[in-house]
Nanobody, 126 residues
Framework: QVQLVESGGGSVQAGGSLRLSCAAS????????MGWFRQAPGREREGVAS???????RYADSVKGRFTISQDNAKNILYLEMNSLKHDDTAMYYC????????????????????WGQGTQVTVSS
């Protein structure tokens, strides 16, 4: 069973930076899509970024140029570097994973992921 544990959230002023981490364990398959998602109070969960096993990344338009997703395959850790944070980035952030079977592009769409962490809160004050 894949387990995901996020860390690194916190409170920061607008314009600041944070780096989120997601430690993964229990992998039983060789290839996974990994992604970051967020959910603000009263809003639906939305995709932030995704990364394929070959390193291909995709981002939501709202975070392009500010956020960077990366992974350390040796340590099974997923990262999200967040810069130039805005008040609208305030949300609970989740990492997620899903097995890759055959040819598949990893996209930051919540419905395409089966394994989820518990989340880490990011609060950006304006």
């Amino acid at each position: 069973q894949v387990q995901l544990v996020e860390s690194g959230g916190g409170s920061v002023q607008a314009g600041g930076s944070l780096r989120l981490s997601c430690a993964a364990s229990g992998y039983t398959y060789s290839r996974y899509c990994m992604g970051w998602f967020r959910q603000a109070p009263g809003r639906e969960r939305e995709g932030v970024a995704s990364i394929d096993s070959d390193g291909t990344t995709r981002y939501a338009d709202s975070v392009k140029g500010r956020f960077t997703i990366s992974q350390d395959n040796a340590k099974n850790i997923l990262y999200l570097e967040m810069n130039s944070l805005k008040h609208d980035d305030t949300a609970m952030y989740y990492c997620a994973a899903d097995k890759v079977l055959g040819h598949r592009q990893c996209v930051p769409v919540p419905g395409e992921y089966n394994y989820w962490g518990q989340g880490t809160q990011v609060t950006v004050s304006s």
